[in-house]
């Protein structure tokens, strides 16, 4: 499994040991584990946590599995599943040609289990993208989870197949109804990257974060963002 995976094994497992974390409804940290794992070549040794009067906001997370995201899909759908069980109050959707929820198949305290159940759950994974007919999916059967003041993370290398005209639009859409419209993109971390896909050019007018996402190192740069933004 990914590093991601084996820092979250760990993370779950601390969750129910005696004494692992303070008493009360306190919840996994998932920014201060991981950057703390970094240390340790991504072993999360040190495990923190988030007191019960820290609430953060609601958190969408919308991650690109078609096949121009195969050699990151695992690693950021692992990411997924780290932030479901370290936040109450997170929902995780994989797209490609269509949209698909995966909050309750990412909500399997196993890791291995989780990923396998939302791989399955993916009719299309490694397939082609529609961006903007998926985003448009998100806003109208999901718009409710995305206007409460919830912070979108789109993950995605930009590459679409479909109508930019309709991921402008609904781009605009998503950049309107979140608080905060972040974007990762593993392409960006390469020497010299241009965000001149056309995904990229319809979308990044409406995005207030823009971030690489192809290591554990840029994750933890989103855990950070993510931490602001709850404030």
């Known amino acids: 499994g990914t590093r991601i995976g084996e820092c979250l094994g760990e993370l779950n497992r601390a969750h129910g040991r005696r004494g692992g974390h303070p008493a009360g409804p306190a919840r996994p940290d998932l920014r201060r584990t991981v950057r703390a794992s ?3 070549g991504g072993e999360p040794f040190e495990r923190h946590w988030r007191a019960p009067s820290e609430r953060p906001r609601p958190l969408v997370l919308v991650c690109d599995v ?17 932030s479901v069980a370290a936040r109450r109050r997170v929902e995780a959707f994989v797209f490609g040609t269509s949209l698909t929820r995966v909050t309750r198949e990412l909500s399997e305290r196993d890791p291995d289990r989780a990923l396998a159940r939302a791989i399955a759950a993916a009719g299309d994974w490694s397939g082609g993208t529609r961006i903007g007919e998926c985003l448009g999916e998100l806003n109208r059967a999901h718009g409710r989870r995305v206007g409460r003041g919830a912070v979108a993370v789109v993950l995605s290398d930009g590459w679409d197949r479909g109508d930019p005209e309709e991921l402008v639009a609904e781009a605009a859409r998503l950049g309107r109804c979140a608080r905060t419209l972040i974007w990762l993109n593993p392409l960006k971390a390469s020497p010299g990257y241009e965000p001149l896909t056309r995904g990229m050019v319809a979308a990044l007018p409406h995005v207030d974060h823009f971030l690489a996402g192809n ?17």
Do not use: F, I, K, Q
């Open 38 to 40: 970094l240390r340790y």
């Open 66 to 82: 078609s096949g121009s995201m195969a050699p990151y899909a695992r690693m950021l759908l692992a990411y997924l599943h780290a």
């Open 215 to 231: 290591s554990l190192t840029s994750l933890a740069e989103l855990a950070d963002l993510l931490e602001g933004g709850d404030r």
